[in-house]
């Protein structure tokens, strides 16, 4: 499924540099997260942890990764065949994300471990649904997971 339409919204797959669009619609673009991303990334993490009865397993003031060590994060996954960021955008900025962290060792290469967070105001429009499918998709498709 190309995109995915939802009331006022569409989601936009940008996974493999491919888009679609209709100008009359709010965009919601879902993509690889890219190193440039990485202060906007630190901003929703810090958001999705400061609110009420977040399942994040850090409490407000525990996410200290600074810009550059957030940057190499993602040049990391960026670089892994076995590990996907995926990130959520609405107005250029970030509303939800799925990551999908691969093993480093060669018995348990195929095995990913699964996050996922959207913003609180973005929830219950099927974007964590879209990411998702985005994520079974890539596993899908891959020669490792």
Known sequence: MPFLELNQFKIIININNKFLWDRNMAEIIIRKAIPDDSSKI?????????????NLEMSEGEFLHTEKEERKILADFHDSANSLYLIAEFNNEI?????????NRRASRHCVS????????????????????????WARNSSIV
């Open 42 to 54: 630190i901003r929703f993490v810090n958001t999705i942890i400061s609110e009420p009865f977040s």
């Open 114 to 137: 699964i996050s996922m967070s959207v913003a609180k105001t973005y929830r219950g429009k099927g974007i964590g649904k879209e990411l998702m499918r985005q994520a079974i998709d």
């Open 95 to 103: 509303i939800g994300n799925l990551v999908c962290n691969g093993s």
